[in-house]
């Protein structure tokens, strides 16, 4: 390093250090060709204390861009108060726990924040947590906003969410998931009043009904991911009203919608099209065939599909999915009673970036579905499969599982009468040292396959 630049002293992170760096390299080559020549100013001895004299603002930020994690980019802020000025402008994600003044406080210092989390854990509620007052603080003081989550924060109302509404014009995002207060009134404001929306998450709000969906459609065109697990007024008609405003639906989530049925998922699988890539459907009993065949025909870009609990799907349907959706990935299909060998069998040899799936509880499924792998194809990249309660199985479809899924990170075998530990052990199975199997584990134990379900 030549005499016109001093380095910091040791304590300095190497993050910082190197960004610096790239920093110095950069301004020496337009010094050479006569750009600038702040970089070249010369300091006394030891003169690694007077870099703010030798430092634009611009090119502090420039160093902050170029610092990766976390960790690095809070210690540029330690410096000084002058760097800790330019880190706060540079933020724009901020998770907290805070009351109206500090809310105002918050964005006095970070301007420029765009994500804003102030969800609650559901284990550590703090009395009395987010409320309206705060959402009021939001909407006049965080006015560029694009994502904003409010997961089980409960003290909010339909009050305090219509602000959102009147405040936020750019936002995109919102998790309201678990507030259990509001109903279609206040959120039909932020449908009004915030038309850039592409993400809302409203599992769990029971209160709700088809007006909201009705509201997103005619106000939120852009809406792609919509999350109402849970939301049990919703019916057919919603999810049919819902696809006649947003046409491009990429995920949509109304397990436990038990109102929902083949009219609603077919509407949404031929207006979303090649556009839809996930959708779960846990427990609409009355999901049928017709709507696997509708996804069938129209979502050819299928990556995630969740039917456990679906019990009047077949194994015609099943089968056009697997030769339609090759793209699927993670599949759920736990208690669909209907269900036999053809379709695990249809599934594994034609669907090859299948990762995860889940037959639980399909007490049809034997060792025939896992025979003559090698002769049907089974190639894929399978990380997770859950087979627990299949009574029919033994360790000969075990033992085949193991031998044709050479990437398997998880299987459960819990509650299956013919597979346990000794009976493997037994047979000579031999799992891959990094296969975790849930012989009798508690639903509570950690579960590898989380992420992926």
């Given amino acids: 390093m030549d005499q016109g630049f001093r380095w910091p002293g040791s304590g300095w992170g190497a993050a910082t250090k190197q960004a610096l760096r790239e920093l110095h390299e950069t ?40 610092l990766g994690p976390e ?27 805070a009351g109206p003044d500090m809310l105002r ?51 909010i109302s339909d009050v305090g969410v219509a602000k959102l509404g009147d405040g936020l014009p750019s936002l995109q995002s919102l998790d309201v ?61 919603g999810i049919s009203a819902l696809a006649h405003g947003c046409h491009h639906i990429k995920s949509l989530d109304i397990s436990k919608c038990n109102k929902v049925g083949d009219p609603g998922v077919s509407k949404i699988a031929e207006v979303s099209s090649s556009c839809l890539v996930s959708i779960k459907l846990l427990d609409c ?19 995630t599909l969740f039917i456990g609990g679906c019990r009047n799907i077949s194994d015609a349907s099943i089968q056009a999915l697997a030769l339609a959706c090759p793209s699927l990935r993670s599949l759920r299909m736990d208690w669909c009673l209907k269900i036999t060998d053809t379709s695990l069998r249809s599934l594994l ?30 190639h894929s990249e399978l990380r997770v499969m859950k087979i627990s309660s299949c009574v029919r199985l033994t360790v000969v479809g075990v033992s085949r599982v193991i031998e044709s899924f050479k990437a398997l990170e998880y299987l459960d075998v819990r509650s299956c009468p013919h597979i346990t530990r000794d009976s493997c052990e037994q047979a000579g199975v031999q799992f891959p040292a990094g296969c975790k ?14 992420e992926r379900f």
């Fill in 437 to 450: 199997v849930n012989f009798d584990g508690s639903l509570l134990e950690f579960d590898p396959s989380a």
């Fill in 105 to 155: 406080r918050l964005a006095a210092r970070f301007p420029g924040v765009l994500e804003l989390d102030l969800s609650q854990s559901s284990s550590r509620s703090f009395f009395p947590g987010v409320i309206d007052d705060d959402l009021d603080v939001i909407a006049g003081s965080f006015r560029n906003l694009r994502v904003l989550a409010l997961h089980n924060c409960k003290g």
């Fill in 27 to 66: 301004e020496r080559g337009k010094e050479g060709r006569g750009s600038s020549p702040a970089m070249s100013a010369q300091t006394p001895a030891g003169g690694g204390a007077l870099i703010n004299e030798v430092l634009r603002d611009d090119e502090l930020r420039a160093v902050l861009t170029r």
């Fill in 349 to 378: 040899c034609n669907c090859k970036l299948l990762m995860a799936i889940d037959v639980g509880c399909c007490d049809q499924i034997s060792d025939a579905a896992f025979l003559d792998g090698e002769g049907n194809g089974f």
């Fill in 177 to 237: 998931s678990r507030c259990i207060k509001l109903s279609d009134e206040g959120l039909k404001a932020v449908a009004l009043g915030c038309q850039k929306l592409r993400q809302l998450h409203i599992m769990g709000c029971k209160l709700i009904t088809d007006n909201l969906l009705i509201a997103l459609s005619k106000s939120c065109p852009q809406l792609d991911d919509l999350g109402a697990a849970g939301c049990n007024r919703i019916t057919d008609a």
């Fill in 285 to 303: 009993s009355k999901v049928g065939d017709k709507s696997i065949y509708s996804l069938a025909k129209f979502c050819r870009n299928l990556e």
């Fill in 71 to 97: 960790s690095e980019r809070d210690a540029f802020g330690l410096v000084c108060r002058r760097w800790l000025r330019i880190q706060s402008s540079e933020r724009r994600r901020l998770r907290a726990r």
